[in-house]
């Protein structure tokens, strides 16, 4: 039995590692390496995740975490007065 969401999500974590690994030595911003391999693994690059339901709601809650993750790097200070 063939689980193509389970398949792609290892694809996509193994290459998260490995590309983020080499974003952190050279200094660069985490973010960007995720972005980078979700273009290039994606159906927009060289397709290895194909475009299924399952994976879009899963692209979803993706981009839910990502403004989270974004969030936490913003501080607001408010002053009265």
Do not use: C, K, N
Request: glycine letters at 12%.
């Amino acid at each position: 039995m063939e689980y193509p969401v389970l398949t792609a999500a290892v694809v996509l974590l193994a290459a998260s590692v490995a590309v983020l690994t080499l974003f952190q030595r050279l200094g660069l911003p985490v973010l960007l390496g995720y972005l980078l391999v979700g273009i290039s693994l994606g159906p927009s690059g060289i397709s290895w995740v194909p475009h299924t339901e399952d994976l879009h709601f899963l692209a979803e809650f993706g981009v839910v975490l990502l403004l989270f993750t974004i969030g936490l790097d913003f501080s607001v200070s408010i002053s009265g007065g």
